[in-house]
């Protein structure tokens, strides 16, 4: 008798996971996502986020996650997007890891370029920051870009179909039964509810599975812990400001310790030449960012964010995070806020006839024009306001008047959930993966706990 295996959520945690354990034929293995597959997304509008009249498809991801809509940067480094290291205890396991998962992308099509940047130009650059009192983080990165995102995930879809694993797409997963034997699924395809019994899950709902992962989490008595969150913005500038730096890092990370505050400030998810992106969540809007291969923009943007951290007694890093989205979606009439950083840093509000004064054309239409000082904690609008401007003499140009700051910006990472170094939870043979549950931040991290999970199983499997 075969094994049955539940996965929940087809992003790369998911997917990986699957990939791992289709190398072994003893396994029954079914893939659920409540989103659509990528064929069907026939608008390459609907991911720039400048079509208005889409409907935006990161509501309802699908096979491949918010990762197959994203601008595919894999960042090769344990450290980068989560914790390998701490995750697995081992160091040369975390990179082991990240070279499995490289692997992997190029065999489906990933492009065998590698950004390392020049050995000189790096120095040149750490020295900047450190004068500046930050620190650049050098990664190996391969940028597969969004337009291409789909085209890999699709490869690798047909890649696991051929090995029997079974994709249920548009299965909303409501909730996870403990039987005395293995676990039962339910979810609704259709308006009809379904229920599959397995002998494993592997959770992998992402940051958008987060309702079904709490109520879950509740109901089968899965323990937890709080982690901070980031808050902050997206910013905008002309390309050729990001230009030097982007020749060095595809995406350079700058880590800043803001004057005032103390507070850790870092730089993130930078889209050369690409598109700012409203991301509708329920309830309240967000900003995202990413660029394409093929098709680009005259502008740069990345993620500038302020960790939050709360002490006893609240520590719900989740719900603070989403009050403060929720005031910046009332503020923006249900759209993102857009500010100049020259109208932010003098307190008065941008208007649209400011924002078309400037000389950055924003790449997100649908943002309202406004003061992020007004959505914002104070404490964030300092710190953000205090690092952009000593990020200023790294990369000139990005704290100039005109540099367009889009809010909120908001990555939680509210509630990591325990597990061993084989991802099992404190429920024996539920395991978890991914970002949803606070194990990664990015593509290639997810991916690697979606296969430390798998192997978990395996190893089990081979134990019984
Ligand atoms: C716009 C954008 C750009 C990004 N750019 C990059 C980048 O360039 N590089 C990088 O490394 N990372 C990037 N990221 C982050 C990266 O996409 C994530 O870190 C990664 O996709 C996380 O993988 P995951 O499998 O944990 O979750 P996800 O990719 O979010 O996948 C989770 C899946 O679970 C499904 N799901 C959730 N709940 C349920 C349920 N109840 N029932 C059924 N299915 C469910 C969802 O539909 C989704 O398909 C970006 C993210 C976004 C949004």
Do not use: W
């Not at 987060?210 to 812990?225: A, N, P, W």
């Not at 006893?312 to 995070?321: A, H, L, M, R």
């Amino acid at each position: 008798m075969k094994k049955k295996i539940v996965i929940v959520g087809a992003g790369p945690a998911g997917l990986f996971s699957a990939y791992k354990l289709s190398e072994n034929n003893n396994f029954d293995i079914t893939l659920l996502d409540r989103g659509r597959d990528v064929d069907s997304r026939k608008c390459p509008l609907e991911r720039t986020g400048v079509c208005d009249n889409c409907n935006p498809c990161n509501v309802l991801y699908g096979t491949g996650g918010s990762g197959c809509l994203s601008d595919g940067i894999l960042n090769l480094r344990p450290d980068i997007g989560g914790d390998l290291e701490e995750l697995t205890g081992k160091a040369d396991k975390a990179i082991k890891l990240v070279s499995v998962v490289d692997s992997i992308f190029l065999d489906h099509g990933a492009p065998e370029k590698l950004f390392i940047g020049e050995t000189e130009m790096i120095e040149d650059l750490q020295r900047k920051a450190e004068a500046s009192g930050i620190k650049f983080i050098q990664i190996p990165q391969r940028h597969i870009g969004s337009d291409y995102t789909p085209v890999v995930i699709n490869s690798m879809k047909k890649y696991l179909e051929k090995k029997r694993v079974k994709f249920v797409l548009l299965a909303d997963v409501n909730k996870i039964e403990k039987q005395k034997q293995g676990f039962t699924t339910n979810y609704t395809q259709k308006n009809t509810l379904h229920k599959i019994d397995s002998d494993y899950v592997i959770l992998a709902p992402g940051r958008a599975g987060s309702s079904f992962l709490m109520s879950q989490i509740k109901e089968l008595g899965i323990k937890t812990q709080n982690q901070p969150i980031d808050i902050g913005v997206r910013v905008e500038v002309s390309k050729v400001v990001m230009k030097p730096v982007i020749e060095v890092n595809r995406d350079p990370k700058f880590h800043i310790y803001s004057k005032t505050y103390d507070d850790f400030v870092r730089t993130f998810c930078t889209n050369h030449e690409g598109y700012v992106m409203k991301e509708q969540y329920d309830g309240y809007v967000g900003v995202n960012g990413h660029s394409m291969r093929d098709i680009k923009s005259h502008n740069s943007n990345f993620a500038f964010l302020s960790r939050v951290t709360l002490t006893s007694p609240v520590e719900d890093t989740t719900s603070y995070g989403i009050s403060i989205a929720k005031i910046a979606t009332v503020l923006g009439g249900g759209k993102p806020i857009i500010q100049r950083f020259g109208d932010l840093r003098r307190g008065r509000r941008s208007t649209t006839e400011r924002i078309s004064r400037s000389n950055i054309k924003p790449t997100l239409l649908s943002a309202t024009p406004g003061d992020i000082a007004m959505a914002l904690p104070y404490r964030i609008v300092t710190n953000l306001i205090e690092s952009l401007e000593r990020l200023d003499n790294v990369i000139p140009g990005v704290g100039s008047d005109s540099t367009l700051l889009y809010a909120p910006e908001i990555k939680f990472y509210g509630i990591k959930v325990k597990v061993d170094s084989s991802m099992e939870t404190n429920l024996s043979n539920l395991f978890v993966a991914g970002d949803g549950v606070g194990l990664s931040r990015d593509i290639v991290n997810s991916a690697a706990t979606g296969i430390l999970a798998a192997e978990g199983i395996i190893n089990k499997e081979i134990k019984s």
